[in-house]
């Protein structure tokens, strides 16, 4: 990728390309199709999970399903790379999840912190049932004790970019999942 200063060396390398997150997430519609959830409520947690979101969303139709979408905006307090642990709303949910079979979106499974943050809220709103989807499982030692339900990829601890995912609020628009490999 170039760099947006002249002569600047490749920063992101690609892990996995457009090509293999489309084809990744038609499969993952299916598992999740093969639930047969009632009336399932997504619910993705912004920013990160947005394209992930809006690619699954859309996966989830082409298998059949009709799920209803809100958001939840949270901060985990990560400046740059890593996570000091308070997980903050920044901006709540407008649906309720009381009776419903939430299926939870998220883009990385880290530490666990903010997973284990919107399903406790989601829990204690009364939601029938909660499964968690991210986009990349992370395998490391959580800090909490949570899996996801459903990944998409699994990782090791480098840290990922694009597809929606940031490093200090860059590299979002990428097609692509990548991971750093320079400053
Ligand atoms: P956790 O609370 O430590 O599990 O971290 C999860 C949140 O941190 C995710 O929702 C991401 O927004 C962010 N995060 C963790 N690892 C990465 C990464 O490698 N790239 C981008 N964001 C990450
Ligand atoms: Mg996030």
Known sequence: MTGHHAGERPAVE???SAESIAERLEALAQEIKARNLERPLVVAVLKGSFVFAADLLRALYRSGLEPEVDF???SSYRKSRTSSGAVEILRDL???PEGRNVLLV???LDSGRTLVFAKDLISARGAASILTCVLIDKKVPRAVDV???FSAFESDDAFV???GMDVAHRYRELP???RMTKE
């Open 14 to 16: 690609v892990i996995y």
């Open 72 to 74: 939840l905006t949270l």
């Open 94 to 96: 407008d649906l309720s």
């Open 106 to 108: 998220d883009d990385v």
């Open 147 to 149: 899996a996801a339900d």
């Open 161 to 163: 970019v694009g597809y």
């Open 176 to 178: 692509f999942v990548g």
